[in-house]
């Protein structure tokens, strides 16, 4: 199935403890059609490292 390799990824980074998933309800330009939303993520990652 197209795809899968990415769908694994995402449920080992859901199910790891030590990772933090969020995913954006946006296509594969989120920097274009969210980019308040890539913003505040990216500061947030910068936050916590």
């Known amino acids: 199935m197209p ?3 990415l769908k ?3 449920k080992h980074a859901q199910e790891h ?3 933090r998933y969020v995913e ?3 296509g594969h330009d989120a920097m274009v059609t969210e980019p308040q ?3 505040d ?3 947030a990652a910068a936050r916590s490292s």
């Open 3 to 5: 795809g899968s390799g």
């Open 17 to 19: 403890p030590d990772w």
């Open 8 to 10: 694994n990824h995402a």
């Open 41 to 43: 993520l990216f500061l």
């Open 24 to 26: 954006l309800k946006t």
């Open 37 to 39: 939303a890539c913003a």
